[in-house]
């Protein structure tokens, strides 16, 4: 269902001089108004964080989309955000988004851990809680607990049965890492925006609290799945620390966001199963 911004956000943000253009198809992707995009957000805490730490970041050698304020001063008015318009579109330049990765981290190493972080999931549930739950599932003693115990519906589809299976199955090849924790972004693949040799973009930070080197891993595990990366992009990164005990809780964040979310289809499991025997191989 598209969900078009209405009057008075546009004139709370002072964006009533050009009309809503929809962008990627349905505004999906948000509604550009000149140089600005207005997004719909799926949590108003996540968006103010974002907005906050994009307002002053600089990172070498990328762009960063900054949030523009409402007249009022906020960066959240009635669910949307407004941010500069970055150029560009998602390309299968997997090392570079991996690079990328890294130098994003290395900025966001002294950003102090969000307390929305720390909340477990509670009904009624949205895709954050999802995610958060699936998070903690690679890394908590009993893969689900925090699932389960929120009251998270579980799987019964075979293919989430199956990913359930392995996700319990990979969880016994994990060992103790002694890494610290730091903000990342848990969702570089497909949104990194190339614009031929323009610096790439970023629009967003997803955050999640772990090791700079899991962003990276998930981003080689999602390259892998669903982005036709080559097997040897995982050597390449191979110097990463823990790399192997990375990917595979990265793996197992993948799996378990298919076996929990309402929306998973049976076609995104082959991918991973993939990635899952490349893993498997190295840990």
């Keep these: 269902m598209i969900v078009e911004p209405p009057e008075q956000v546009l004139t709370t943000f002072g964006l009533t001089a050009h009309p809503p253009i929809a962008m990627d198809g349905g505004g999906v992707g948000g509604w550009r108004i000149g140089e600005v995009v207005l997004t719909l957000v799926p949590d108003h805490a996540r968006a103010a964080w974002s907005a906050t730490v994009r307002e002053n970041l600089y990172v070498e050698g990328m762009r960063i989309a900054r949030p523009i304020r409402a007249s009022d001063g906020r960066y959240v008015v009635s669910g949307w955000r407004a941010d500069t318009y970055v150029a560009g579109s998602p390309e299968p330049r997997h090392d570079e988004v991996v690079a990328v990765a890294d130098r994003l981290h290395e900025a966001l190493s002294k950003v102090e851990r969000p307390r929305f972080l720390l909340q477990p999931p509670a009904p009624p549930f949205t895709?954050?809680?999802?995610?958060?739950?699936?998070?903690?599932?690679?890394?908590?003693?009993?893969?689900?607990?925090?699932?389960?115990?929120?009251?998270?519906?579980?799987?019964?589809?075979?293919?989430?049965?199956?990913?359930?299976?392995?996700?319990?199955?990979?969880?016994?090849?994990?060992?103790p890492v002694q890494l610290p924790s730091q903000v990342v972004h848990g969702d570089l693949f497909g949104t990194v925006l190339f614009a031929g040799a323009a610096a790439p973009a970023i629009t967003d930070i997803v955050p999640y609290w772990r090791p700079a080197s899991w962003g990276a891993a998930v981003t080689v595990v999602d390259a892998l799945a669903w982005g036709g990366a080559d097997g040897e992009l995982i050597e390449r990164w191979s110097d990463h620390p823990e790399w192997g005990q990375m990917l595979l809780r990265a793996t197992m964040f993948r799996l378990a966001v298919h076996a929990l979310h309402p929306r998973s289809t049976a076609g995104a499991l082959p991918g991973l199963l993939r990635v899952v025997d490349q893993v498997r191989l190295i840990v």
């Excluded at 115990?149 to 994990?174: F, H, K, M, N, Y």
């Design 127 to 175: 895709d954050v809680d999802v995610f958060v739950a699936a998070d903690r599932a690679a890394w908590e003693e009993v893969p689900l607990r925090t699932a389960r115990a929120a009251g998270i519906a579980q799987p019964t589809s075979e293919d989430g049965q199956q990913s359930l299976s392995v996700l319990t199955t990979l969880a016994q090849l994990r060992r």
